[in-house]
């Protein structure tokens, strides 16, 4: 089993990218994988923007970082590019926080005109932070993901079907990774 922390970088308290990623988070953890789902936009704004990694909420958004063998990293396109607010944690992580780590990059975005931001954006900024493995990442268009009357998330089936074996690399590079030749699945679990 691989903990995998699950980073939306969204500054919306009504995000799509939020609720896409808590999608994928119980994808991975029927693979097995520990879950750690976290909102950049939880964080405290002045100590962020003044980086006082100092500061306790700070501190331990990094602990989290370190502690992580996997991480998903998801983030609304924002003029073409990440949000500032996921920049400006990546931004006081050290200069390798994603050494030895697998990573998988997503976006949501308005238009398909953007959806190359994960590769040419998101994912360089990724690799200078040292990720060890950078899975293939997804663009998802923001009226693919739904709300529904219950208030749980609705993925339109095609994006889902498309999204789903992207999530199934990364869980199973994971897999690779933490689990020894042989060895057998762990039941799943989602931290709080
Ligand atoms: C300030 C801002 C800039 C945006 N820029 C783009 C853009 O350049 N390209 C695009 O496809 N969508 C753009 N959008 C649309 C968002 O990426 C899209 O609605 C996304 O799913 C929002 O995610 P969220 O609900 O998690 O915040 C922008 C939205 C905002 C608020």
């Given at each position: 089993m691989a903990t995998v922390l699950s980073v939306s970088g969204s500054p919306s308290p009504t995000s799509r990218t939020t609720?896409?990623?808590?999608?994928?988070d119980?994808?991975?953890?029927?693979h097995g994988h520990r879950v750690v789902p976290f909102e950049v936009r939880s964080l405290p704004a002045e100590a962020l923007l003044a980086a006082?990694?100092?500061?306790?909420?700070?501190?331990?958004?990094?602990?989290?970082?370190?502690?992580?063998?996997?991480?998903?990293?998801?983030?609304?396109v924002y003029k073409a590019a990440y949000s500032g607010l996921l920049k400006a944690l990546l931004d006081v992580l050290p200069q390798y926080a994603l050494a030895g780590k697998t990573v998988l990059p997503l976006a949501t975005g308005g238009s398909t005109a953007h959806v190359l931001a994960v590769d040419y954006?998101?994912?360089?900024?990724?690799a200078s932070m040292g990720a060890e493995h950078i899975t293939q990442g997804w663009f998802v268009l923001d009226r693919h993901i739904g709300v529904r009357e219950d208030g749980s998330t609705a993925v339109e089936r095609e994006t889902d079907v498309l999204l789903t074996p992207v999530v199934d690399a990364f869980a199973a590079a994971l897999d690779r990774r933490s689990r020894p030749a042989g060895g057998k699945?762990?039941?799943?679990?989602?931290?709080?």
């Amino acid at each position: 089993m691989a903990t995998v922390l699950s980073v939306s970088g969204s500054p919306s308290p009504t995000s799509r990218t939020t609720r896409l990623l808590r999608h994928v988070d119980a994808r991975l953890a029927a693979h097995g994988h520990r879950v750690v789902p976290f909102e950049v936009r939880s964080l405290p704004a002045e100590a962020l923007l003044a980086a006082d990694t100092s500061h306790p909420e700070l501190a331990r958004a990094l602990d989290l970082f370190g502690q992580a063998d996997g991480v998903v990293i998801g983030t609304p396109v924002y003029k073409a590019a990440y949000s500032g607010l996921l920049k400006a944690l990546l931004d006081v992580l050290p200069q390798y926080a994603l050494a030895g780590k697998t990573v998988l990059p997503l976006a949501t975005g308005g238009s398909t005109a953007h959806v190359l931001a994960v590769d040419y954006a998101l994912r360089p900024v990724l690799a200078s932070m040292g990720a060890e493995h950078i899975t293939q990442g997804w663009f998802v268009l923001d009226r693919h993901i739904g709300v529904r009357e219950d208030g749980s998330t609705a993925v339109e089936r095609e994006t889902d079907v498309l999204l789903t074996p992207v999530v199934d690399a990364f869980a199973a590079a994971l897999d690779r990774r933490s689990r020894p030749a042989g060895g057998k699945a762990p039941e799943p679990v989602l931290a709080g």
